[in-house]
């Protein structure tokens, strides 16, 4: 049974007054203010440091400026959208979840409402009433944020934190809390300056990775002229292997990916989702190739990789040539181009002449089964071939982190230093859109909090 969230919990040892006794929060973001102002709460003395101007920034861009919070899917569905990492959350969502987090907001006057796939946000649209309700949250606990302080690492002696070193020298604390958050999104500070400092003290960072990141094609003078095009309803299918290797059958009639139940380890089929997408100068994007795009990066590393997108999901192979057939009979004195007209977007009329070499005028009646057959092909399985992904710059989650095997995750822990916690994306924990990542950094962020209090000398 999911609690309140726990407002105003006595402190849980005697505070001692000075700097050796103190929680030092790296990253000023959603983790990183969860813990810093639950460290507080618990009765901490709290130092949170931030590189940049101001704390949330992440926040502030998150959701088109919005930000949403977290999802209203069930708790066991929720897990699935972390893949098999998910499991790491377990005791975390269990002590700090969805309803505590709104609960929390709304104590400090954020509703929120439910949006299109679960989705939650404040009901004023506005990330900024976000940001303001933590900054209040660290204030009425008396936690201290410190801003354009750069932390260069962790000080450790014998295996336990003495403090995390800035440009002003060492800042000493007992514990330390790294919520640096991933490598994407720079200008928000997160730059992967915390993988180097665990790294550092000896902790395993697994491979970083471009996550809801758009994708870049071979055939990149094809997906120009069709720039701008956005696709609705749509399948988009990735596959094992070059395009020309694609077998249109092997087309999964359901989708399959995180979130959709488990992720297909043989065959050709890597995912297949049905939604919406768009062609760029040099692939494609949208919410369904975001959300496939990890898959295919790690696909990548193992050989080539090819997409085809199904235009026309809702028909058959079969019911598609016989509405081909009768369309090019009874417009028979039509050309091609127009014929093309009432099949798909405007800008994608000339790539599709090019590609089945049929001429723009040529009537429907004289166009042969053999050349609509090109065209049933095209339209089933627009095939192209991945180059890779755009820069981690452009990724909105990174992917990888510090081993999950080396955080308890009862505490987010460290395994291998005491007095070091971590929380959110610096971790080896992601997920696909929808409010689940933010909603992992607050949970994490709540418990690497109280822990780190509790660790506290008392």
């Given at each position: 049974?999911e609690?309140?969230?726990?407002?105003?919990?006595?402190?849980a040892?005697?505070?001692r007054?000075?700097?050796?006794?103190?929680?030092?929060?790296?990253?000023?973001?959603?983790?990183?203010?969860?813990?810093?102002?639950?460290?507080?709460?618990?009765?901490?003395?709290v130092?949170?440091?931030?590189?940049?101007?101001?704390p949330?920034k992440?926040?502030?861009?998150?959701?088109?400026?919005?930000?949403n919070?977290?999802?209203?899917?069930?708790?066991?569905?929720?897990?699935?959208?972390?893949?098999?990492?998910?499991r790491f959350?377990?005791?975390?969502?269990?002590?700090?979840?969805?309803?505590?987090l709104?609960t929390?907001?709304?104590?400090?006057?954020?509703?929120?409402?439910?949006?299109?796939?679960?989705?939650?946000?404040?009901l004023?649209?506005d990330a900024?009433?976000?940001?303001?309700?933590?900054?209040?949250y660290l204030?009425?606990?008396?936690a201290?944020?410190?801003?354009?302080?750069?932390?260069?690492?962790i000080?450790?002696r014998?295996?336990?934190?003495?403090?995390v070193?800035t440009?002003?020298?060492?800042?000493?604390?007992?514990?330390?809390?790294?919520?640096?958050?991933?490598?994407t999104?720079?200008?928000?500070?997160?730059?992967?300056d915390?993988?180097?400092?665990?790294?550092?003290v000896?902790h395993?960072?697994?491979?970083?990775?471009?996550?809801?990141?758009?994708?870049?094609?071979?055939?990149?003078e094809?997906?120009?002229?069709?720039?701008?095009v956005?696709?609705?309803?749509?399948?988009?299918t990735?596959f094992r292997?070059?395009?020309?290797?694609?077998d249109?059958?092997?087309?999964?009639?359901?989708e399959?990916?995180?979130g959709?139940g488990?992720?297909?380890k043989?065959?050709?089929v890597?995912?297949?989702?049905m939604?919406e997408?768009?062609?760029?100068?040099?692939?494609?994007?949208?919410?369904i190739?975001?959300?496939m795009?990890?898959?295919?990066v790690?696909a990548?590393?193992?050989?080539p990789v090819?997409?085809?997108?199904d235009l026309?999901?809702?028909?058959?192979?079969?019911?598609?040539?016989v509405?081909?057939?009768?369309?090019?009979?009874?417009f028979?004195k039509?050309?091609?181009?127009?014929?093309?007209?009432?099949?798909?977007?405007?800008?994608m009329?000339?790539p599709?002449?090019?590609?089945?070499g049929?001429?723009?005028?040529r009537?429907?009646?004289?166009?042969?089964?053999a050349?609509?057959?090109?065209?049933?092909?095209?339209?089933?399985?627009?095939?192209f071939?991945?180059?890779?992904?755009?820069?981690?710059?452009?990724?909105i989650?990174?992917?990888?982190?510090?081993a999950?095997?080396?955080?308890?995750?009862?505490?987010?822990?460290?395994?291998?230093?005491?007095?070091l916690?971590f929380?959110?994306?610096?971790?080896?924990?992601?997920?696909?859109?929808g409010?689940y990542?933010?909603?992992a950094?607050?949970s994490t962020?709540?418990?690497?909090?109280?822990?780190?209090?509790?660790?506290?000398p008392s």
């Amino acid at each position: 049974m999911e609690r309140s969230f726990p407002h105003s919990t006595p402190s849980a040892f005697t505070k001692r007054g000075g700097e050796y006794d103190r929680v030092i929060v790296v990253g000023a973001g959603a983790g990183g203010m969860m813990a810093a102002g639950r460290a507080a709460e618990m009765g901490a003395k709290v130092l949170l440091l931030e590189k940049t101007d101001g704390p949330g920034k992440k926040i502030l861009v998150s959701g088109k400026s919005r930000c949403n919070l977290t999802n209203a899917r069930d708790r066991k569905d929720f897990f699935t959208m972390y893949g098999p990492n998910g499991r790491f959350l377990h005791g975390a969502f269990h002590r700090f979840f969805r309803e505590d987090l709104l609960t929390f907001l709304s104590l400090y006057g954020v509703e929120t409402k439910v949006e299109r796939g679960g989705r939650i946000f404040p009901l004023s649209n506005d990330a900024a009433d976000v940001v303001k309700a933590f900054r209040r949250y660290l204030a009425d606990h008396g936690a201290k944020l410190r801003t354009s302080v750069s932390v260069k690492g962790i000080a450790v002696r014998d295996g336990r934190v003495e403090g995390v070193l800035t440009q002003e020298g060492l800042l000493p604390a007992p514990a330390v809390i790294l919520a640096t958050g991933g490598a994407t999104w720079p200008a928000t500070g997160s730059t992967g300056d915390g993988y180097r400092m665990a790294a550092a003290v000896g902790h395993t960072v697994t491979k970083l990775r471009a996550a809801l990141v758009p994708l870049v094609v071979i055939e990149v003078e094809r997906v120009k002229s069709m720039q701008g095009v956005s696709l609705r309803n749509v399948r988009l299918t990735a596959f094992r292997g070059p395009a020309g290797a694609i077998d249109p059958a092997l087309t999964l009639s359901k989708e399959t990916g995180r979130g959709l139940g488990q992720r297909r380890k043989k065959g050709p089929v890597i995912e297949s989702r049905m939604g919406e997408m768009l062609f760029t100068h040099f692939g494609i994007g949208g919410p369904i190739t975001l959300l496939m795009s990890l898959s295919i990066v790690d696909a990548l590393a193992e050989g080539p990789v090819s997409i085809a997108i199904d235009l026309k999901p809702a028909l058959t192979a079969e019911d598609l040539r016989v509405r081909l057939q009768r369309d090019f009979d009874r417009f028979g004195k039509r050309g091609f181009r127009s014929l093309l007209a009432g099949l798909l977007p405007h800008k994608m009329i000339e790539p599709f002449i090019e590609m089945t070499g049929i001429p723009a005028d040529r009537p429907g009646h004289q166009i042969s089964a053999a050349e609509r057959e090109k065209l049933l092909g095209l339209l089933k399985a627009l095939r192209f071939n991945i180059r890779g992904a755009l820069p981690m710059t452009a990724a909105i989650v990174t992917a990888g982190g510090v081993a999950l095997g080396e955080i308890d995750p009862r505490t987010m822990a460290s395994r291998l230093v005491s007095g070091l916690f971590f929380c959110g994306e610096v971790m080896d924990i992601d997920a696909d859109t929808g409010g689940y990542n933010l909603q992992a950094a607050f949970s994490t962020g709540f418990v690497a909090g109280e822990e780190a209090a509790k660790f506290l000398p008392s």
